[in-house]
């Protein structure tokens, strides 16, 4: 079992920039594969970035690809979200998750075993 934790959401203006932390405890962080995935009211929880365990391999999601930067320090036993050229329909609340073994499609939320409770991001115009 591994618990998250998110943090560094807030509000942004448009074309600014914001650094969101996942804090991983209870497990091996090094032994997971990462994501990260956004949801606004109304919406499907959709797909942002996901890492994997030795940082080598890095995906994204098509609206986010040359704006966001999802990395990892496993020394630190947490993830980050690196968000720039934000914009407002980057608004949404963001969860980090875990999963302990391969997965067959990443962009799915139903193939992540652990999640954080989320972070809000609210970016004006």
């Known amino acids: 079992q591994v618990q998250l934790v998110e943090s560094g959401g807030g509000l942004a203006q448009a074309g600014g920039s914001l650094r969101l932390s996942c804090v991983a405890s209870?497990?091996?962080?090094?032994?997971?594969?990462m994501g990260w995935f956004r949801q606004a009211p109304g919406k499907e929880r959709e797909f942002v970035a996901n890492?994997?365990?030795?940082?080598?391999?890095?995906y994204y999601g098509d609206s986010v690809k040359g704006r966001f930067t999802i990395s990892r320090d496993n020394a630190k036993n947490t993830l980050y979200l690196q968000m720039n050229s934000l914009r407002p329909e980057d608004t949404a609340k963001y969860f980090c998750?875990?999963?302990?073994?391969?997965?067959?499609?990443?962009?799915?939320?139903?193939?992540?075993?652990?999640w954080g409770q989320g972070t809000q991001v609210t970016v004006s115009s």
């Open positions: 998750a875990a999963r302990s073994s391969l997965m067959n499609d990443y962009r799915r939320a139903d193939e992540y075993d652990y």
């Open positions: 209870g497990g091996t962080f090094r032994s997971y594969r």
């Open positions: 890492i994997g365990r030795f940082r080598d391999t890095e």
